[in-house]
C-alpha cells in the first residue's frame, strides 16, 4: 500500500489492481491477520486525505481491497477498533461532499457500514458525526 501512496499515477492503478485481487483471496486475509497498522491504516489514511481527481479511479479499488480485507473477521475487527482509520472516515466524508466525488463516497459509506457492525469505542465516538451527515445531506 505505501506505492500507491507515491503520486505516480500507473504504478498506483497498476499496485492497487494487485491489492484488489489479492485481497479477495481468503489465504492473503489470513497472512495479513497479524500486521501491524503501518501496513493499511497508516497508508489508508495518508491516501483518504488527499482526495482529488488525479486518484479518483485509485481510491475506488483501494476502499474495494480494503473492503475485501474487511471480509476477514479478525481484519474487520482490527480495522473497527482503529482510531485512525474512523478519523481517515470523517476527513474524506469532507472531502467527497461535492457532486465530483458522489462514486468515492458512496463506496467509502459502504465500507464504514460493514465496519460499523463491530462495535468499538472509535466507531461510536464518529457514529454521531456520521449520523448527522447522513441526515443532512438527505434533506
Known sequence: MRCISEPK????????????????EDGFRLKLRNMSKDCVVVPFKIILGNISKFNQNVLKSLISAVGFLAEDEVICRKLAHEQECWEAFVTATKQCGTSEYKDILYILLGLIINLSMITSSPMQVRKSYFMKQATSKAE
Open 9 to 24: 499515477q500507473q504504478q498506483e492503478i497498476s499496485a492497487v489492481c494487485i491489492l484488489e485481487t489479492f485481497a479477495a
